[in-house]
């Protein structure tokens, strides 16, 4: 099965906060990541946590780590129609060669 | 600092044909990696390169192959393309390591008829 699983669609009204969830199953996660991509464009880096925090935040984006339950989350505050986009998850881990692994991606769509 | 450049960003061939994609990482990183995007498969890992050598491989037939200049540029190259090869190209770099951030570069979108 994966090791990195998103829900694949969120819908949500102009002004509410999004959460998007991601789950991971490898406790040696070292890096957790989610990325932004708008249609027809790469991955744009939105934020990462390392896996020693519970929490960051960065201006409308915050984001939740519960290492117990592998559990990762990314919170929106005042959705605007500009942040309709697929956003991933991705985790990573130091050493070896190990390559980071993503998720499916959920597609956000944010209604007036 | 500029980001990641990979050209062209659109592409359209038949079966039969190869095609090359190339990727300018960002200025100092080292490491590049390409993935595959599709709607069914999702993000998959092609390779990654550091130093001129390939130095992790994905799960994918010979046909894709890759390389890596000596300015950290990096090539790939897929032979006999096949019409499941249709697809969203996208290169990402990062300093050192895969493990580390990685920046994307918008992709190249291959078609295949």
């Known amino acids: 099965g994966e090791d990195v699983e998103q829900s694949l669609f969120l819908s949500v009204r102009e002004g509410d906060s999004s959460v998007i969830n991601c789950t991971y199953t490898?406790?040696?996660?070292?890096?957790l990541y989610w990325y932004k991509q708008e249609p027809g464009a790469g991955l744009q880096l939105l934020t990462y946590i390392f896996s020693n925090m519970d929490m960051k935040q960065d201006q409308r984006l915050t984001v939740l780590l519960n290492k117990k339950d592998k559990h990762l989350s990314l919170r929106i505050a005042d959705t605007q129609t500009g942040d309709s986009a697929i956003y991933f998850c991705?985790?990573?881990?130091?050493?070896?060669?190990?390559?980071?692994?993503f998720g499916r991606g959920t597609s956000l769509i944010v209604h007036p | 600092k500029a980001g990641v450049t990979q050209t062209p960003r659109y592409l359209i061939k038949t079966r039969g044909q190869q095609v090359t994609l190339s990727c300018s990482p960002i200025s100092g990183h080292r490491s590049v990696s390409w993935y595959q995007q599709t709607p069914g498969q999702g993000l998959q890992f092609l390779f990654e390169?550091?130093?001129?050598?390939?130095?992790n491989k994905g799960n994918f037939p010979g046909r894709f192959s890759g390389r890596q200049f000596s300015n950290s540029r990096s090539e790939m190259n897929v032979s006999t393309l096949e019409l499941g090869d249709s697809a969203l190209y996208l290169c990402?770099?990062?300093?050192?390591?895969?493990?580390?951030?990685?920046?994307f570069g918008p992709g190249t979108r291959l078609l295949v008829l």
């Open positions: 990402a770099s990062s300093l050192y390591q895969p493990q580390e951030t990685q920046y």
């Open positions: 991705a985790e990573s881990r130091t050493g070896g060669s190990y390559i980071p692994t």
């Open positions: 390169y550091f130093s001129e050598t390939q130095r």
């Open positions: 490898d406790s040696s996660s070292t890096y």
